[in-house]
């Protein structure tokens, strides 16, 4: 069991075209494609350094209110805000 020839291969691409269709392979190839120019242009963006700023959304721009005196969601009595959980 030496290594594939030449002909092996064509062999191997012949059945493939076979099963998939030239349409079906081109297509593959061209969304393959887009993939990789996609990539290398954010790389070159990031590289350059004129990557867009992040946008930062409200809830993590702005931190949660600290209450004194432990737990926020927790009052005098001990229950929830929420009120106690009820059995189903």
């Known amino acids: ?3 594939l020839s ?7 691409f012949a059945v493939i075209i ?7 392979i081109s297509a593959l190839l061209a ?14 963006e990031l590289s350059s350094g004129q990557d867009a700023p992040r946008r930062v959304s409200a809830a993590m ?13 927790a ?4 229950a929830s805000a929420d009120g106690p959980l009820s059995a189903p």
Request: no cysteine; net charge positive.
């Open 61 to 73: 721009a702005s931190p949660a209110p600290v209450h004194p005196g432990g737990n926020p969601a």
């Open 6 to 12: 030449a002909w092996h291969w064509l062999i191997v």
């Open 18 to 24: 076979l099963l998939f269709g030239r349409g079906r």
């Open 31 to 44: 969304d393959i494609g887009k993939g990789i120019g996609g990539f290398r242009r954010e790389v070159r």
């Open 75 to 78: 009052s005098n009595d001990g």
């Open 1 to 3: 069991m030496g290594s």
